[in-house]
């Protein structure tokens, strides 16, 4: 019923338990990468968000310091060096980029140096541009203006530069403790 098949990991030195040697740090292994996965996440070329993810959320914003691919729909806004949204892709909010291809949908603000819509693409807002490429078939509906200064296409990058809110459960800093207080129930409400 199950075929047995091996799966090689390149690039990560084990024990024959499938393990790092103990005590091992990877300067010990000269040409073999670390095998970390925050460094493995330095090194990708880009990110794609495919075509069964769906991104939802107030505020949130999808940040990629390199290319993005997106495949999927996301609520929210992107910022990213390279943004492609694919024919299957969309996005609902603003696009942020110094490049965005786009071949799906978008409902929203976009702002880059070079927007391009393909054949596929259907957009509704407005288009901050340097530079903008329709073709023939792509179906736009808004307004297209040049940027007053450069600061206006610019993608902001910085995750630090967002304000968050703390997830539920994290450690707060201190401050006043506010308490919720009970509503008083209503003359005769519980009494049987």
């Given at each position: 019923?199950?075929?047995?098949?091996?799966?090689?990991?390149?690039?990560?030195?084990?024990?024959?338990?499938?393990?790092?040697?103990?005590?091992?740090?990877?300067?010990?292994?000269?040409g073999?990468?670390?095998?970390?996965?925050?460094?493995?996440?330095?090194?990708?070329?880009?990110?794609?968000?495919?075509?069964?993810?769906?991104?939802?959320?107030?505020?949130?914003?999808?940040?990629?310091?390199?290319?993005?691919?997106?495949?999927?729909?996301?609520?929210?806004?992107?910022?990213?060096?390279?943004?492609?949204?694919?024919?299957?892709?969309?996005?609902?909010?603003?696009?942020?980029?110094?490049?965005?291809?786009?071949?799906?949908?978008?409902?929203?603000?976009?702002?880059?140096?070079?927007?391009?819509?393909?054949?596929?693409?259907?957009?509704?807002?407005?288009?901050?541009?340097?530079?903008?490429?329709?073709?023939?078939?792509?179906?736009?509906?808004?307004?297209?203006?040049?940027?007053?200064?450069?600061?206006?296409?610019?993608?902001?990058?910085?995750a630090?530069?967002?304000?968050?809110?703390?997830?539920?459960?994290?450690p707060?800093?201190?401050?006043p403790?506010?308490?919720?207080?009970?509503?008083?129930?209503?003359?005769?409400?519980?009494?049987?």
């Open positions: 019923m199950f075929k047995e098949r091996s799966i090689e990991i390149r690039g990560v030195a084990t024990t024959e338990q499938g393990q790092a040697p103990a005590g091992a740090e990877p300067s010990e292994f000269p073999v990468p670390s095998a970390s996965p925050f460094d493995a996440a330095s090194e990708m070329n880009g990110s794609v968000i495919g075509t069964d993810l769906t991104i939802l959320g107030d505020k949130i914003t999808i940040i990629s310091h390199k290319s993005l691919q997106i495949d999927g729909d996301i609520r929210g806004d992107v910022a990213g060096k390279q943004v492609t949204i694919g024919k299957d892709g969309s996005v609902i909010g603003t696009v942020s980029s110094e490049t965005v291809d786009i071949h799906g949908g978008v409902r929203g603000a976009i702002h880059a140096k070079s927007v391009s819509l393909h054949p596929t693409a259907q957009v509704d807002g407005e288009i901050i541009h340097r530079s903008l490429i329709i073709s023939e078939g792509a179906q736009f509906e808004g307004h297209v203006r040049r940027p007053t200064s450069e600061a206006d296409l610019a993608p902001n990058l910085d630090n530069s967002y304000a968050t809110a703390p997830l539920q459960g994290a707060v800093a201190a401050g403790t506010v308490r919720p207080v009970a509503k008083p129930s209503a003359p005769g409400a519980g009494q049987k």
